[in-house]
């Protein structure tokens, strides 16, 4: 069964610092893909980033990276030079492309608050 | 722009009634997607449907019920047989030309009163 799990509930980070938000993953199917997603409290969910387990390279969007170490199966969230809107919760979610519905399994996110 | 529209935003319901939640998409997504949220939990899947007229239940189906009579919408019903209904909703949508491609409508938060 897929899994993700965020073990950090909340984390601070003082305005222009780095942060990184952790997440692990367990599939058995060797085709998957990680998302992160923002969800700030009105309660959308805004598409960060997108790795695919067959990419060679990390992926990166702007201010937002992934550390993918795919032995480790991990796929952790590196946000560079923090700003204020930054804080909101934040999930890691797999997609198992051996099933054909498109499911995405959500992990218990990360509260992230970014300090002036 | 294209996007999905959830309706209500926010909805009350007292104990022992149905309610249903809208979801409306304009991208031509063929898949669609119901989720829900609790607090300090991240999101399960109730409910999802992969082409018009077939559906299939998720993780927690049980006092849920969908249609999927049109392309566009994928409404929820909330029934009185689901005994914690209190949650924000979330409906999805999904291309198939990007791996990345889902869409998320803006919730509904229903509460029991």
């Known amino acids: 069964a897929q899994k993700i799990t965020q073990t950090q509930p909340g984390m601070f980070v003082q305005e222009k610092e780095a942060v990184t938000l952790d997440c692990t993953y367990d599939?058995?199917?060797?085709?998957?893909?990680l998302f992160w997603y923002k969800q700030p409290s009105s309660g959308e969910m805004i598409f960060l980033i997108y790795?695919?387990?067959?990419?060679?390279q990390n992926a990166t969007e702007g201010r937002y990276s992934l550390n993918f170490q795919k032995a480790r199966k991990s796929a952790n969230l590196v946000i560079s030079a923090s700003q204020l809107g930054d804080s909101a919760m934040y999930f890691c979610?797999?997609?198992?492309?051996?099933?054909?519905?498109?499911?995405?399994?959500f992990g218990q996110g990360t509260i992230l608050t970014v300090h002036p | 722009d294209g996007g999905i529209t959830q309706s209500p935003k926010y909805l009350f319901r007292k104990e022992g009634q149905n309610v249903t939640l809208s979801c409306e998409q304009n991208?031509?997504?063929?898949?669609m997607y119901w989720y829900r949220q609790d607090p300090g939990q991240g999101l399960r899947l109730i409910y999802y449907?992969?082409?018009?007229?077939?559906?299939q239940k998720g993780d927690i189906a049980e006092g849920y019920s969908v249609s999927r009579e049109k392309k566009e919408s994928f409404p929820l019903t909330v029934t009185s047989a689901q005994k914690n209904p209190t949650a924000f909703y979330l409906c999805?949508?999904?291309?198939?030309?990007?791996?990345?491609?889902?869409?998320f409508g803006s919730g509904t938060r229903l509460t029991v009163v």
């Open positions: 979610a797999m997609r198992d492309y051996g099933t054909s519905y498109g499911k995405l399994t």
């Open positions: 449907s992969q082409i018009v007229n077939d559906f």
């Open positions: 999805a949508s999904r291309s198939s030309r990007v791996n990345y491609g889902y869409t």
């Open positions: 599939t058995s199917d060797p085709s998957y893909g």
């Open positions: 790795q695919g387990s067959y990419d060679q």
């Open positions: 991208l031509n997504h063929d898949a």
